[in-house]
Nanobody, 121 residues
Framework: QVQLVESGGGLVQAGGSLRLSCAASGRIFRINGMGWYRQAPGKQRELVATISTGGEINYVENVKGRFIISRDNAKNMVFLQMNSLKPEDTAIYYC???????????????WGQGTQVTVSS
């Protein structure tokens, strides 16, 4: 199996910064796209940022200029640097990876368990 584990969440004041990390483990052959999503209380899960194997990056509009997604392919990790945090960024943040397992020909999406980010005003 493949497991994704996030870390780096916590409580921060508005204007502060946090860095989220997500590490994948298991019998991994290759990882395609990676991304971060978030879900605020009472709302649907939304895309925050994605990064392709080739480094193509996309952000949701309301985090552009504040968040930076990056990846370390050698370590099967994805990161989200969050700056100038706002109370509306409060949510559970999930990482997602599109993974091809050893011995398999297809890719599947895997999710982390989520990490809480709380921004106080």
């Amino acid at each position: 199996q493949v497991q994704l584990v996030e870390s780096g969440g916590g409580l921060v004041q508005a204007g502060g910064s946090l860095r989220l990390s997500c590490a994948a483990s298991g019998r991994i052959f290759r990882i395609n796209g990676m991304g971060w999503y978030r879900q605020a209380p009472g709302k649907q899960r939304e895309l925050v940022a994605t990064i392709s194997t080739g480094g193509e990056i996309n952000y949701v509009e309301n985090v552009k200029g504040r968040f930076i997604i990056s990846r370390d392919n050698a370590k099967n990790m994805v990161f989200l640097q969050m700056n100038s945090l706002k109370p509306e960024d409060t949510a559970i943040y999930y990482c997602e990876m599109n993974v091809r397992r050893v011995g398999w020909s297809l890719y599947n999406d895997y999710w982390g368990q989520g990490t809480q980010v709380t921004v106080s005003s």
